[in-house]
């Protein structure tokens, strides 16, 4: 009976620190208009809740379908992090970024398992989380978790990263239309200066 009680009192407090963390990631999407520093806001933030070494958002480009890297932490060598954005210029996503992208679904890689993510093997990572920043109609990045050390994730740990994505790319959302309101409001601007 005391560990019955002892699990739902660890079940309950994990609730409550992912209740927190996504508070926190949402008080950073609502008091800043810098998208970079919303970026590494919630990388920390995801970082910390799951205890990884390693971490990068990059958002998809309009013109070339590519990504680009915005934030990043835990890279013992940053010339991976180079050679990463020089590999993503000259070639489309591919293979399992690719799927995430298309399907909006995490994913969890062993990369002992798996091709593809050399920026992270380079980097001696173990797992790797890939989480869609979406929005309801699309992928407008990704975030990349990743541990040294194997790791398991329980369904609710999967969950919380889906939240933290969707409340990046909700963030994402929000900064590019703000950006376009401002755009708009200088051209009307000039063309009331013109009239």
Sequence with gaps: NLDRHQLSTDDWLDGSIELQTLQEISRTILDSLDLKVMMEGIL?????????DIGMICFVTTARQTLEPVAHRGFRDHENLTMYREHMREQSTAGIVDRVI??????????HKTEG?????????????????????DALGIM????RQPKEFESGKIRL?????????IAVQKIRLFEA???????????????
């Excluded at 990349?144 to 541990?147: D, E, I, K, Q």
């Excluded at 990263?161 to 790319?169: H, M, N, R, V």
Aim: hydrophobic share 40%; no cysteine; glycine share 8%.
């Design 144 to 147: 990349y978790l990743g541990s």
């Design 161 to 169: 990263f889906e939240a933290i994505g969707t409340q990046a790319g």
């Design 102 to 111: 298309a399907t909006k679904e995490i994913r969890v890689v062993d990369l």
């Design 117 to 137: 993510i050399r920026t992270f093997r380079r980097e001696e990572v173990r797992s790797l989380v890939i989480v869609p920043l979406r929005t309801d109609q």
């Design 44 to 52: 920390n933030k995801a970082s910390e809740i799951g205890g990884f």
């Design 181 to 195: 309101v401002q755009r708009r409001a200088k051209e009307q601007e000039a063309l009331n200066m013109i009239a």
